[in-house]
């Protein structure tokens, strides 16, 4: 990439990070470190690269999108990662929020049901050198049993309800962040908590937009 337009894209980084970010009331250092090191441009197609830092989603092979960078910082935040987590998250797209989450945790998993979406991720992760991140291709309404249970939970397609199966994946005192509504694209941002006597705790967070689960507990 030329010299000028690496210094464009990150200008338009820095905006990003201060407009979209923290004005808008993000506050965790460590998710604002992440957005600012991953490089958003990497996860797109060089078609779509200049548009990394504008504010909104994306597209991406397979019909698919990745996230507003405020939605992904939002979602992560929610998660309230210390940095020493095992995360699961379904919906592995591109794989940029993957890089972001492996920068504010232990361990991510990360389950993609579209077979070259999960394919050119893992190449795209090992390239970038996220190490971290490992991608499965199946359905991740069903989880990652071999792995859990997870101390965080985060779906990145919105779901008719919150999948039974991944509350069962969840440590005691884990988070899953989830969109959850009654058609296939719009829904509410839903956390649940998995209490120590083993009850959920939901909360709504806010109404988002996304494209939809399909899966065997979701659409
Ligand atoms: N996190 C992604 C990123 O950073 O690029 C964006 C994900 S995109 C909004 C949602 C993704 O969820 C799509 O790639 C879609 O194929 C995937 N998806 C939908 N249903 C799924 C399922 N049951 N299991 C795994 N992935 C699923």
Redesign the pocket.
Known sequence: MAIHARAELESRKERMLSEDLLARGIRDAAVIGAMREVPREA?LSPDMARFAYDDG?LP?E?G????QPYI?AYMIEALELQGTERVL????????????LSLCAAEVF?????AP?AQS?RERLERLGYRKVTVHL?????GWKEHAPYQAIVV??GAPEVPAELMEQLASGGRLVIPVGPTPHLQELVRVRRQADGSFKRENLCPVR?????????W
Do not use: K, N
């Open positions: 996860f989603p991406i397979e698919q999108t990745i996230s992904v998250e379904v919906g592995t797209g591109s794989g940029y929020a993957a890089a972001v990360t389950v993609e049901r579209i979406l991720a199946g359905d991740g309404t069903m990145t397609a996304f494209v939809p689960l399909i899966g065997e507990q979701g």
